[in-house]
């Protein structure tokens, strides 16, 4: 007998579906050529609409919804307002997730202040996700070798 292969009843795990199948899709389409991004702003514009496209067709019941939103606003983060790149929920199911972006090129440089950024872009993440969010992903894009190897002097040292 053959088993069903359906949707995983767990919203959590549908939003955990939905975030790589997009991921895989911005990513081909980027690495194929159909899209160039040069800044963070068309990235995350565009993986929203992927998230929101693929997220759509997660939706089994008549009253499933599933939302993106970009730049949501969390509470102060060590004294800062801090705003989420992306969010998405099934809001019924009360079941969410954050994602940060990162798009940094060769070209932009600063790679020790590039890297800080992104760690603090995790740090956020990761408190958001303790108060407001069931998880949080990190996606990033880059062409700059500094950002992928292991730093030997530690962390956005000089």
């Known amino acids: 007998m053959k ?8 919203y959590s795990q ?20 159909r899209h ?3 800044k963070e702003a068309p990235f995350q514009h565009y993986f929203a609409h992927i998230i929101s496209t693929i ?5 089994t ?7 993106v939103d970009l730049e949501t606003k ?19 199911q009360e079941t969410s997730c954050a994602i940060e972006l990162k798009f940094k090129t060769a070209k932009q440089g600063a790679q020790d202040h590039g890297r800080i950024d ?6 956020a993440l990761e408190i958001a996700c303790q108060r407001n969010y069931d998880f949080g992903r990190f996606f990033m894009i880059t062409d ?6 292991q730093s030997k002097r530690g962390v956005g040292t000089f």
Do not use: H
């Open 74 to 92: 969390v509470a102060q983060i060590k004294g800062k307002t801090k705003y989420i790149d992306i969010t998405c929920s099934f809001p019924k």
């Open 61 to 67: 019941q008549r009253d499933d919804i599933f939302l």
């Open 14 to 33: 549908r939003i955990d579906e939905i975030l790589n199948a997009s991921w895989r899709v911005l990513k081909t389409r980027f690495i194929e050529g």
């Open 36 to 38: 160039e991004f040069l």
């Open 144 to 149: 700059s070798t500094p950002y992928i190897n």
């Open 55 to 59: 997220g759509e067709t997660y939706c």
């Open 118 to 123: 992104a760690f603090i872009d995790i740090e």
């Open 3 to 10: 088993t069903k292969n359906l949707l995983p009843t767990c």
